[in-house]
Nanobody, 127 residues
């Protein structure tokens, strides 16, 4: 089990940028794949992006391609989600999650692929 803490959320205007951080505990973090999910009120939790243990395999949902980028710094036990050109429909609670399974050529994308979750950080985008 790995402990995850998200930060960087807030209230911004449409077109602004935010960078979310997911800080993890544990020396094995460099072997975990990590995903970012979001959940808006009344909607299902959906994957935003994910990155495998090495950072060489990433996934970005179609609705964020060209705007959001996931990256990681294993030396800092941190995964980032850079969000540019934010839209009101991006408003949601954003969660990071870790998968202890070994992912090499792809990155995990299903909720069931992940075993540890953070508490979430609120992102609100006003029009």
């Amino acid at each position: 089990q790995v402990h995850l803490v998200e930060s960087g959320g807030g209230l911004v205007q449409a077109g602004d940028s935010l960078r979310l951080s997911c800080a993890a505990s544990g020396r094995a973090f460099g072997s975990y794949s990590v995903g970012w999910f979001r959940q808006a009120p009344g909607k299902e939790r959906e994957v935003v992006g994910s990155i495998n243990w090495s950072g060489r395999s990433t996934y970005h949902a179609d609705f964020v391609k060209g705007r959001f980028t996931i990256s990681r710094d294993n030396a800092k036990n941190t995964v980032y989600l850079q969000m540019n050109n934010l839209k009101p429909e991006d408003t949601a609670v954003y969660y990071c999650a870790a998968s202890t399974s070994w992912w090499e050529r792809t990155a995990p994308v299903l909720v069931s692929d992940f075993s540890s979750w953070g508490q979430g950080t609120q992102v609100t985008v006003s029009s």
